[in-house]
């Protein structure tokens, strides 16, 4: 049973900014979130029974050629990043797996205690490797000397996952491709875990939104589904598990924008010097300006545009055959 006191302390949450960590963008933009998380959970839930889940063994890769690869892909591109340097001060550090307490981890940039920019890259011996470790050094590219801005947190996975994406595709096209094909299809489940784990929260900010109202007679008048107590139970599940919803809200837009860079980056290799400037503006220009500056202006082109190179990715992943042994 749903209590009114419980409902009067979300709403309080809701009212008082805490639920947001104090800001107010995902009030703001509430609405192309739910939009957004909507069509891409959607999407997925139907394409993910056409692909094929078979587990896999991928080839072994050494350290000393994941870190070749990753550095070609670099300086072929002009980012001016010396991986063997970042090692040699102690600005990346390989870790091997322990199935107790790093077990499901890759990746992970940060901060230590004097300040330092830190990669952490948790090796599997693959080369899946090398693409987590292209992934953290863009993170190291736009991490300020402090602490990131908002506008920072928010879009940083967008462009790590971009040109993670986009390593993928150039380095499949030489080798390891049925590796790199399979890890880009269990890309899929997590996505929509992504979504999934977003979705209740966003639907009963959406309702305070509309109504300035969480109650079961208010969610019932707006969504007419029958969901309310299951809907207020995702919620505190949510809580309870000591999740953000601001730092959730960063993958929400950053898988879709990743895609979305990918997609164009297979029509137009150029894509990538707009990514340097991408890069750059992150720390230092608006939500609006940084994604104008790779083609995401006005919110009903950007859900469409996302709509767009959604289903074209999707589309490829399903089409994607194994080479024969």
Known sequence: MVTKERINTYKEWFENMSFFSFNSFILDEIENLWNLSNYIYDKYIDVIKRIEFQPHNFSYVSLEENISLAQQF???????VSIKELIANGNIIFKKID??????????????????RIIEIYLNNNVIDSCILIHEIMHFLNQPESKRDFVSDLLTESLSYGMEFIYIEELKQIKYSDD??????????????CMDKVYYCYKLILLYKKKKD??????NKVFKDNNYEKTIDRFEEYVKEHNLIVRDTWNVLGFPIAIYILERYKKDKSIIKKLMKY????????YQECLSIIGLNIANEFINKIKSSTSSFLASLSSQKLKKL
């Open 74 to 80: 670099l300086d072929k591109h002009n980012i001016n």
């Open 99 to 116: 199935d107790k307490t790093t077990k499901g981890k890759d990746g992970t940039s940060y901060y230590d205690e004097d300040n330092k």
């Open 180 to 193: 790199l094909n399979i890890f880009m299809k269990f890309g899929v489940p997590t996505i929509l875990k």
């Open 214 to 219: 969480i109650s079961l007679e208010t969610y």
């Open 279 to 286: 890069n750059e503006a992150i720390n230092e220009k608006s």
